[in-house]
């Protein structure tokens, strides 16, 4: 069965430039879930900034986020799923409490935990080093840094959790992820033997 390596963090971590990475090193061998709220905002999704707006995009999101990770299992269950961020990085963005956002996904913290296999957490870039010619992006360095905290914080308790922090060599940043998931590919290929 396929596995899945959720791939989080804060704005301009350098999450898209990563898994752009993983498909050249890997190829064949991982399946990569694409970032749901891009696929909804770029495709016309309203982005409001209030309760509702938070409410409805998050409940959006995970919902597309789902059946996109999911297709993707059961068609390549041969392959290491890289998912482009992960459903508890909805609960950064919830408007409400934790309680509230569980209950309106119909889910619990354990059974979202359960959902991947391994987490890695790229921290927001470095004030100098913050990307913002992405046109999804909308947030100040101060507020990704906030967002950061928050996204990290979502993921609190998955036994296998990787946190790469902001360093000023980017490409230390994605040499040091890139290997991470060539030592799971290792484990899941010898894991079928």
């Given amino acids: ?3 899945k390596l959720a791939i989080t963090g804060g704005p301009s971590g350098g999450k898209t430039t990563l898994i752009e ?4 090193e890997f190829g064949p061998k991982i399946k990569v879930a694409p970032e749901a709220a891009s696929i909804l905002y770029k495709g016309g999704f309203p982005r409001v900034k209030n309760y509702a707006g938070y409410y409805h995009a998050q ?3 995970i919902s597309t986020l789902r059946h996109i990770e999911d297709l993707l299992v059961e068609s390549h269950p041969e392959c290491l799923i890289i998912c482009d961020r ?3 990085d909805s609960l950064a963005y919830w408007p409400d409490n ?3 956002f569980f209950k309106n996904i119909n889910s619990t913290r354990q059974t ?3 959902r991947y296999d391994w987490v890695l957490h790229l921290d927001t870039a470095t004030e100098g080093d913050y990307d913002t010619t992405n046109p999804i992006r909308t947030e100040s360095f101060h507020e990704a840094l906030l967002l950061n905290e928050k ?3 979502s993921w609190n308790g998955h036994p296998r959790r990787q946190i790469i922090t902001a360093e000023n060599d980017f490409f230390g940043k994605m040499k040091k992820a890139t290997d991470i998931v060539e030592e799971i590919l290792s ?3 010898l894991n079928k033997k």
């Fill in 1 to 3: 069965m396929a596995k």
């Fill in 21 to 24: 990475v993983l498909k050249q």
């Fill in 59 to 61: 409940l959006a999101i």
């Fill in 86 to 88: 992960g459903s508890l």
């Fill in 98 to 100: 934790e309680e509230h």
């Fill in 112 to 114: 979202e935990l359960a």
């Fill in 151 to 153: 996204v990290r914080s």
């Fill in 187 to 189: 484990q899941m290929s």
